[in-house]
């Protein structure tokens, strides 16, 4: 059985909540790490549509007809296979010869700051790329792929499959594809520039996991 995000363990500084505790780094003690109302239809439905996802992606199956897990069948229509469909398209378009694929892979970011995370899937090809890929299902807020904290997070994380490559990793290419919105769009980074907001933020991080400012 595929865990509900409600079973799965979740990290005291979650990369999905980055961006509130790298702004305030108190705020992580005054409110949950993980904001998503697991108890909404909405995140139900975002559940069962991500574990489709892994499904198909890990037994090479296509969306509009592969068996549905059973404890989500409720959810299981035409329109969200469709969006499924377009989300296991884009992962394989950027699948390169000889390339590894990782599906709702775990990712120790800054182990000793408890930030941790699970990457929809990550592609780390034989040319010196990594590309990270993170399903949004939702139909409401459009989700930017620019300065998108939780993606450099996954990026960093990201790195520790860089001796899978060929070659030493030169680019981390982060992706949103959130089919409902018709919004799939990606950024490149450079390992420098990663390197460089890791520099720049780690204190935040690091004030976070302490607790050390004061909330605002």
Request: glycine content about 6%; some cysteine.
């Amino acid at each position: 059985m595929v865990p509900t995000k409600s079973e799965k363990e979740h990290a005291k500084l979650s990369p999905s909540a980055s961006e509130r505790w790298l702004e305030c780094p108190a705020s992580i003690f005054r409110a949950p790490a993980n904001d998503e109302d697991e108890g909404s239809a909405a995140a139900h439905e975002g559940t069962a549509a991500h574990a489709f996802a892994e499904y198909c992606l890990a037994n090479n199956r296509n969306g509009m007809t592969a068996l549905f897990p059973e404890q989500y069948k409720e959810y299981d229509t035409p329109e969200l296979r469709m969006h499924i469909q377009t989300y296991l398209e884009y992962v394989m378009r950027h699948m390169e010869p000889g390339a590894e694929l990782f599906v709702e892979q775990r990712l120790e970011i800054f182990k000793q700051y408890e930030v941790f995370g699970t990457a929809d899937a990550i592609i780390i090809t034989k040319s010196g790329v990594i590309h990270v890929i993170d399903l949004k299902y939702g139909r409401g807020i459009l989700v930017d792929v620019e300065e998108n904290t939780q993606l450099m997070l996954y990026g960093v994380g990201g790195l520790a499959f860089d001796w899978l490559s060929n070659v030493p990793v030169h680019t981390i290419e982060v992706h949103i594809v959130q089919p409902r919105r018709n919004n799939l769009v990606s950024k490149t980074y450079a390992v420098e520039e990663i390197a460089a907001w890791v520099r720049e933020n780690i204190g935040k991080v690091k004030r976070a996991f302490d607790g050390t400012d004061e909330a605002k």
